[in-house]
C-alpha cells in the first residue's frame, strides 16, 4: 500500500550520535531534518488561536479535557479500567492497523489517519539517526494507546485518549493549554491537590507522578507491563511526549530525578520529528514494513496484552 501526498524534500547531514541512550549529542537541524513552515493546515505548528477550520474542536477539546482531567479519574482508569491490560491480546502491527479509522481532534496540526503520522515520524528519525534502532522503533509506536479509541477499547472519549498531559495531584501550571478551563476542574479548588507539589515531594521521580490519562500512560503500561526491552529513554518518550508543559516550557521539573533529566535530552531529540513530520510525506508502507517488523521482533513479544 502506498500513502501519496506531497512530499518536501528531506537533506539529510547529521554529527555522530551517541551510542548510550543516555548520553545523546544534539541534534542538528542546519543541514538535517529540514523543519517544514508550516503544519498541514498552512499555519504555525502549535497556534491555538490560529483561525482555522479546527479551532473551535480544538479548544472545546481541550475544554471538556480540562474538566474531567481529575487525579481520581485518572487512579480508576489506571488500577481499575485499564491498567490490568485483560481486555486484548495483539501484535504491534495489529493495533497499527487499528489506528487507521482516527484523527486526533486535539491536534491543530493534523487531520490524517495516524499510520501516516506514525511512520513520517519514524522514518524521519530513522534517517538521521540510522544507528538508534530503538529510537527509530519508538517513532513508530509512540502513538498506539490511541487504540483507546477504538471499540474493543471501550471507546472512550477523544478527551480521555489524547492531547497535551499534564500531573494531576498537584496545581495545574499556567503554561498548560487553555489553562482557564482547569478552573472548572474539582481538583482545582481541593488544597489536597491545588498546591505546587500537591501529593507529590520536590525531585520525587515522574514514575511517582500520576499523569492526566491518555494514549500515553496506556502505552506505556503495556510496553512496560508487556517486558519490553526498550531501553528506559524510550519508555519516558512514549509516556511524556505529550508533557508539552515540562518539555516545551519546563513546567513542572521540580518533580523530576536525576534519570529524569538524562532521559529528557532524547526526549527533546524525538519531539522535533514528532512535530515537524506533521506535513506532507510520501511513504511507501509496503517497503519500509519488514524493517520495522524486525524492530518489533526484537524488542518485544509477538502478541501482548493490552
Not at 176 to 190: G, R, S, T, W
Not at 253 to 275: C, I
Request: net charge negative.
Amino acid at each position: 500500500m502506498t500513502i501519496t501526498i506531497e512530499e518536501p524534500q528531506l537533506e539529510i547531514a547529521v554529527e555522530e550520535k551517541g551510542e548510550n541512550p543516555s548520553d545523546p549529542k544534539e541534534l542538528l537541524l542546519d543541514g538535517g531534518f529540514v523543519v517544514p513552515d508550516s503544519n498541514a493546515f498552512g499555519k504555525t505548528f502549535r497556534n491555538y488561536d490560529a483561525e482555522s477550520e479546527r479551532k473551535k474542536t480544538v479548544e472545546e477539546f481541550y475544554r471538556v479535557n480540562h474538566i474531567n482531567q481529575t487525579y481520581d479519574f485518572v487512579k480508576k482508569m489506571r488500577e481499575e479500567k485499564y491498567g490490568k491490560l485483560n481486555r486484548v491480546e495483539m501484535s504491534i502491527w495489529e493495533s497499527i492497523e487499528l489506528l487507521n479509522e482516527f484523527v486526533d481532534e486535539s491536534d491543530p496540526d493534523l487531520d490524517e489517519p495516524q499510520i501516516e503520522h506514525l511512520l513520517q515520524t519514524a522514518e524521519a528519525i530513522r534517517k538521521d539517526y540510522p544507528n538508534e534502532d530503538w529510537l527509530h522503533l519508538t517513532g513508530l509506536i509512540h502513538d498506539l494507546g490511541k487504540v483507546l479509541l477504538h471499540k474493543s477499547f471501550g471507546e472512550l472519549p477523544q478527551w480521555a485518549v489524547v492531547g497535551d498531559t499534564f500531573p494531576v495531584g498537584c496545581g495545574f501550571d499556567e503554561c498548560n493549554v487553555h489553562h482557564k478551563y482547569f478552573k472548572e476542574n474539582p481538583d482545582y479548588n481541593n488544597p489536597k491537590y491545588n498546591t505546587k507539589f500537591g501529593v507529590y515531594s520536590e525531585g520525587c521521580g515522574l514514575d511517582n507522578v500520576l499523569m492526566s490519562w491518555g494514549h500515553d500512560d496506556y502505552m506505556y503500561l503495556v510496553a512496560k507491563e508487556n517486558k519490553t526491552t526498550l531501553p528506559s529513554a524510550a519508555l519516558f518518550i512514549i509516556r511524556y511526549h505529550s508533557f508539552y508543559p515540562l518539555h516545551k516550557h519546563g513546567a513542572y521539573e521540580y518533580l523530576m530525578n536525576e534519570e529524569d533529566k538524562e532521559n529528557l535530552k532524547w526526549l527533546h531529540v524525538f519531539n522535533k520529528y514528532d512535530l515537524y513530520s506533521k506535513s506532507k510525506v510520501r511513504i511507501d508502507v509496503e517497503k519500509v514494513k519488514p524493517y520495522y517488523l524486525s524492530l518489533i521482533e526484537k524488542y518485544f513479544p509477538a502478541k501482548l496484552r493490552w
